[in-house]
C-alpha cells in the first residue's frame, strides 16, 4: 500500500499542471483555435476544398515582390539604426550626467503614443502645408511659397522616411531595455578593466557588451518581430500599395477588395507574413545560441 508520505508527493506530481491549466485553456481558445482556423482557411478554395490557388495568387501578384523587398529593406535598416541609436542613448544615460532623468522622460514620449496617433502626427507634419514646412518657413529656412514634398519622390525616399520615423517612435523602446541590462550589470567587473589599463572602448567591446549580449538578443529580436509588423503608419501615410510591405497587403486584401475569395487570400498572406516572423526569430536565436557556443569554447 503507498503510504501518506507518498501519496502527497504523487499529488504534488500534478500542481504544475494544474496551475498552468488556466493559461493552456486560454491560449487555446485565444490563439490556438484562430491560428488554425487561419491555417486551414487558407487552403481552401469557396466550397471548402483543399487548394493552393490562394498563396498562387500572392506569388502571382506583381506586387508581392515590392512588399516582400520593401519589407527587408525596412526591416535591415530600421533595425540597424535604432539599435546603433538607443544602444548610444543607454550608454549616455547610464552615465547619470544632470539632466539624464529629464532626458530619459522626454525621450519616452513618443513610444507612448499609438501607431495611429504616430500616423497622424506625421502625415500633417509632412504634408506641403503641414507644421514641419511651417516651422522651416518660420526659422527661415525657406523663402516664400516654396514647400518641401517630404511625401513626394520615390520608393527609396519612401522607406528613409518610413524608417525614420518608425526610429524617432521605437528607439526609445529598445534604449529602455538596453538601459535596464546595464543598470543590472556588476560596476566592479567594468572597474576592473579600467584597472588592468583597458581604454573605454576596449572595457565596452570585451567586458560590457559580452555582459549586455543577452539583454541585446532580446531587444534585438523583438525589434525583427515588430518590425515586419510596420503598415500602419504606411498607409496613412501613403495610402495602399504606394510603398507595399507583407502585412499591409494582408489589409489591402481584407478591407480593400470585396468578396470572400479575397478573404482567404488575406487569410493566406497572414499565415505567410507568420511564417516569416517564425523564421527571423528561430533563426536569430540559432545564430546567436551557434555564436554563443563558439564564444565558450574558445574561452
Known sequence: MMSKRQHGDRQWLFAPYLLVAPVL???TMFWLHPVGTALVGS???AEAHFTFANY???FR?????RALLNTCAIVAVSVTLEFVVAFGLALLISKRFAGAGLFLALALIPMALPPVAVGAI???GLASYGWLNSLLTRAGLLEGTEKIAFLGGGAGRAIVVIVLIDAWQVIPFMMIILLAGMQNLQCELREAGYVFGGTPWRVLRSITIPLLRPTIQTAVLLRLISAVQIWLIIVMLYGFRTVPVLLEEVMFYQEQLTGPE?????????VLVAGVVS?????YIRLSTRRDRS?????
Request: glycine share 0%; no cysteine.
Open 262 to 270: 479575397h478573404r482567404r487570400v488575406a487569410l493566406a498572406y497572414a
Open 43 to 45: 487552403f481552401q478554395d
Open 61 to 65: 501578384d506583381p506586387v508581392f515582390p
Open 295 to 299: 564564444t565558450y569554447a574558445a574561452a
Open 122 to 124: 506625421w502625415s500633417s
Open 279 to 283: 523564421a527571423i526569430a528561430v533563426a
Open 25 to 27: 485553456l486560454y491560449y
Open 56 to 58: 498562387l495568387t500572392i
